[in-house]
């Protein structure tokens, strides 16, 4: 795809997504996720996993590419 970091955002919860969060202009992880997976996060949502948290971001980014 050829895209930049900036142009990514990347959502996890595991040990194994913590390199991917931080590379990733939009970093994100979710509560009760792997302490590093959050560390890396820039955005820790505040809906669970399974209980809206992907919708939380999808939200989030909408509303940024309106005001931008």
Do not use: F, K, N
């Not at 590379?23 to 996720?33: C, K, L, R, T, Y």
């Not at 820790?44 to 989030?60: D, K, L, S, W, Y």
């Amino acid at each position: 795809l050829d895209l930049d970091a900036d142009q990514v955002a990347y959502m996890g919860d595991d040990d194994i997504d913590a390199p991917a969060i931080a590379w990733a202009g939009v970093g994100v992880s979710v509560p009760g996720a792997m302490p590093a997976a959050a560390a890396a996060a820039r955005y820790i949502t505040c809906r669970h996993p399974g209980h809206g948290a992907v919708r939380e971001v999808c939200e989030q980014i909408l509303a940024a590419r309106v005001r931008t």
